[in-house]
């Protein structure tokens, strides 16, 4: 069994910073690619920032210069550093990580954690 568990959301001014993680944890042969999705209320998920095993990102336009994702592979951790946050930015976070607990990966998601941005 394999659990991702998120932590760091919360409530913010606009201009703020916050830091999200999320660990990895159970029987975990290997993690490919890992990433941050995001969901506003009335909205459909959307990626958010992504990072291959091998330390490549990629980001949404509209956090391209403010949000950074990082990894720590013997932690089985990823982290996403968000900075000039914005109202915009309001959403439920999710972590996403592509997991081989033999030979197989699959796909997990954490359970979300709720970033508010005040303007």
């Known amino acids: 069994q394999v659990q991702l568990v998120e932590s760091g959301g919360g409530l913010v001014q606009a201009g703020g910073s916050l830091r999200l993680s999320c660990a990895a944890s159970?029987?975990?042969?290997?993690?490919?690619?890992m990433g941050w999705y995001r969901q506003a209320p009335g909205k459909q998920r959307e990626l958010v920032a992504a990072?291959?095993?091998?330390?490549?990102?990629n980001y949404a336009d509209s956090v391209k210069g403010r949000f950074t994702i990082s990894r720590d592979n013997a932690k089985n951790t990823v982290y996403l550093q968000m900075n000039s946050l914005k109202p915009e930015d309001t959403a439920v976070y999710y972590c996403?990580?592509?997991?081989?607990?033999?030979?197989?990966?699959?796909?997990?998601w954490g359970q979300g954690t709720q970033v508010t941005v005040s303007s």
């Open positions: 996403n990580a592509n997991i081989a607990r033999v030979h197989l990966f699959y796909d997990y």
């Open positions: 990072i291959t095993s091998g330390g490549s990102t």
């Open positions: 159970g029987s975990i042969f290997s993690i490919g690619a």
